[in-house]
């Protein structure tokens, strides 16, 4: 951790006396206070992060492009997933290491084949809930529902063949759950049961891998563990990656498809845009193939509007490797780069009318010319979200099933409050009336 000696202090920023919680509390959490710190001192500040010393953001697109090299993770804001990881934390592995293992994750997370080849799996999950949401006696609770189901493919997507009844995949599950409650929630030793639950998970991926062996070990290219076997990776590599994959993508994909349906509900026309464009392109079909996403323009900048204006993960961070030039200012190697990722996204420079809902900034036309990093709800360079095309597939799957089949309402009497909680979270969940929808043809 940094004190404030090497720090640049020619960089505006608050009084760094003591180690910032106590601010960005009183802001009412940390994306809040970064938009008052960019409001007040302009797009790099220098500002007391806990755990890292003295930090510096910056909200401003072009001036992120000379960090967006950067392949390291400062340790310290990383240190609670250390406990889930085997052989080394994922997280923060040095570049070196990291660069190999981003490779294969992305051969196969990234590749139409892999999203293809689950393709039908998630569809079926996903009728599942809605089949129960239509039997709801009242309104459905979509970040705990959407949440559970992302999990579920998740599964099914890292462990396939290790979960082949529904027995397996619901120990699969609740083990995780109970994994994230203990370890990422209470400090200090884990009971017995969440360290059962961890051997559990670890055991399953054991087993998935043991199969691929007798199965001949050919490397699938829609198969992550094959391909991190086929890699050369080690199993203890295998199982973190598993658990890895599972946390980063289950809470960030629920809430993705949970503020669309939100921002929709509170935008009955440009839902009703999504939707004739579901029926024209859907017909009578309750669910989309693979083949039709790319035909879903209105949905895809739906879905991208919401994480403009909701980033699941809302914000991320870097050590620079050596000196920084940010415009006028130099930050010194060392120093902890804040990526106030929701601060970017509202930008007011770049995002006229900041805090409005329209999708129609995501038109070809409207999008040329916007810096590259102005839009970055899946983060920056060598670090950012190997999950991210597979998270997109996800979640415009999941919202072409809801939409073609339901009219969603906010339940009335509540009031949707985001807060972090290691994603952006509406802090009482969300609550919706769901009813059959009529088709507009
Ligand atoms: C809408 C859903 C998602 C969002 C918004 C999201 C966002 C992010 C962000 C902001 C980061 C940090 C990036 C940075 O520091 O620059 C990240 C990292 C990561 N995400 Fe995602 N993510 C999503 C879904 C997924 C999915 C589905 C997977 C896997 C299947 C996944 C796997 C990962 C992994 C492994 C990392 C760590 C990257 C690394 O250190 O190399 N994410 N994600």
């Known amino acids: 951790m940094r004190g404030d000696g090497g720090t640049p202090s020619h960089i505006p920023g608050p009084a760094a006396d003591n180690d910032g919680a106590e601010a960005i509390a009183a802001a009412g959490g940390l994306h809040d206070y970064q938009l008052e710190l960019h409001a007040e001192y302009g797009p790099v ?55 190999p293992w981003r490779r294969t994750m992305l051969s196969v997370l990234a590749g139409r084949p892999s999203h293809e080849a689950h393709f039908a799996q998630f569809t079926a999950l996903t009728t599942e809930l809605a089949d129960r949401w239509a039997a709801a ?22 462990l396939g063949s290790g979960l082949d009844d529904a027995e397996s995949a619901g120990r699969v599950v609740s083990s995780f759950e109970t994994v994230l409650t203990e370890y990422m929630a209470q400090p200090g030793p884990a ?5 059962e639950a961890l051997a559990h998970l670890r055991a399953t991926v054991d087993q998935v891998l043991a199969a691929h062996r007798d199965g001949g070990g050919a490397a699938d290219r829609a198969d992550l563990i094959a391909a991190l076997a086929a890699s050369g990776e080690s199993p203890a590599r295998i199982r973190d990656t598993v658990l890895m994959t599972m946390l980063a993508a289950h809470h960030t994909t629920g809430v993705a498809i949970s503020w669309t349906l939100y921002l929709l509900a509170r935008h009955p026309e440009t839902a009703g845009r999504v939707t004739e464009e579901l029926d024209r392109v859907l017909g009578d079909r309750a669910t989309p193939d693979y083949g039709d996403l790319r035909n879903l323009t209105r949905l895809d900048m739906a879905l991208k509007e919401a994480m403009r204006l909701y980033p699941p993960g809302p914000y991320g961070a870097r050590e620079a490797t050596e000196d920084v030039v940010l ?47 102005a839009y970055i709800p899946f983060g920056i360079g060598p670090r950012s979200c190997e999950g991210a095309t597979l998270a997109m597939v996800e979640a415009e799957l999941v919202l072409a099933v809801l ?15 985001p807060i972090e909680r290691f994603v952006l979270w509406a802090a009482d969940d969300i609550r919706m009336n769901v009813a059959p929808r009529q088709s507009t043809i």
């Open 45 to 99: 500040v220098r500002f007391p992060l806990p755990g890292a010393g003295v930090a510096v953001s910056v909200a401003d697109p072009v001036l992120l492009e000379a960090t967006a090299k950067i392949d390291k993770r400062p340790e310290k804001l990383f240190e609670f997933l250390a406990p889930l990881q085997e052989a080394g934390n994922l997280q923060t592995i040095p570049a070196a290491e990291h660069g």
């Open 137 to 158: 006696a009242g309104p459905v609770v979509l970040q705990r529902d959407l949440s559970e189901l992302s999990l579920r493919m998740i599964c099914r997507y890292a």
């Open 191 to 195: 009971s017995a049961q969440a360290q």
């Open 327 to 373: 415009g006028a200012y130099t930050v010194p190697a060392g120093t902890t780069i804040f990526y106030p990722f929701r601060a970017v996204h509202l930008n007011p420079e770049y995002w006229p009318d900041p805090r409005v809902f329209d999708p129609d900034r995501f038109t070809a036309e409207a999008s040329a010319g916007r810096p590259r990093l």
């Open 403 to 417: 939409l073609k089949r339901f009219q969603f309402d906010l339940a009335p009497g509540q009031t949707v409050t």
